[in-house]
């Protein structure tokens, strides 16, 4: 069965990095387009990127542009988000997930990141 | 990248229907057959109810239908069940990135 497996959250202070890993099994990983999409305490989904299957294509949200980089290693099976400059309103639940024709058919539990000094 | 609109809630009786609009733009809804619909219970990582407009993953009762008019996207509980109060998302692509719905929470009287 599919599984996403999230890694890497935790507290950090405002201007800080964290590197989100995301370990996928259960699925030919290197087939599939894959995302990241958060959500703050109490408020709605808010997708943040996107790499293509083969890393040749990324993309992001514009409140992410410039500070966050999306990656993978298809020889680990392994998502990555490296989070730079982070702020405060960067604090939310960040879910790895898997895309089927533009939609999102699996989803992690999801990892806690909490941006506070 | 607006989020797309959606009404903040909808209710209903067990048994009956209910419909949930999802307005986009030229840009997102209205430009591709590219929506999806989620259902996320308290604390649960989302689930995906509908793609591409229509379409249900194996899995999803069929009381759940998508469908899309011009700029706006729907998604249709019949049969409400107590089981599906919960907050539910449309999202769209939007040619290079994904935008997703303002949310609804629906509750079972």
């Known amino acids: 069965q599919v599984q996403l497996v999230e890694s890497g959250g935790g507290v950090v202070q405002p201007g800080r990095s964290l590197r989100l890993s995301c370990a996928a099994s259960?699925?030919?990983?290197?087939?599939?387009?894959m995302h990241w999409v958060r959500q703050a305490p109490g408020k709605g989904l808010e997708w943040v990127a996107v790499?293509?299957?083969?890393?040749?294509?990324?993309y992001y949200a514009d409140s992410v542009k410039g500070r966050f980089t999306i990656s993978r290693d298809n020889s680990k099976n392994t998502l990555y988000l490296q989070m730079n400059s982070l702020r405060p309103d960067d604090t939310a639940v960040y879910y790895c997930?898997?895309?089927?024709?533009?939609?999102?058919?699996?989803w992690g539990q999801g990892t806690l990141v909490a941006v506070s000094s | 990248q607006s989020a797309l609109t959606q009404p903040r809630s909808v209710s209903g009786s067990p048994g009956q229907s209910v419909t949930i609009s999802c307005t986009g733009t030229?840009?997102?809804?209205?430009?591709?057959?590219?929506v999806s619909w989620y259902q996320q219970h308290p604390g649960k990582a989302p689930k995906l109810m509908i793609y591409?407009?229509?379409k249900r993953p194996s899995g999803v009762p069929d009381r759940f239908s998508g469908s899309k008019s011009g700029h706006t996207a729907s998604l249709t509980i019949s049969g409400l069940q107590s089981e599906d109060e919960a907050d539910y998302y449309c999202?769209?692509?939007?040619?290079?990135?994904?935008?997703f719905g303002t949310g609804t929470k629906v509750t079972v009287l």
């Open positions: 997930v898997k895309e089927l024709l533009t939609a999102f058919d699996y």
């Open positions: 259960g699925f030919i990983f290197s087939s599939y387009g």
């Open positions: 790499i293509s299957y083969d890393g040749s294509n990324k």
């Open positions: 030229s840009s997102d809804v209205g430009r591709y057959d590219y």
């Open positions: 591409t407009v229509t």
């Open positions: 999202c769209s692509y939007t040619g290079t990135y994904t935008v």
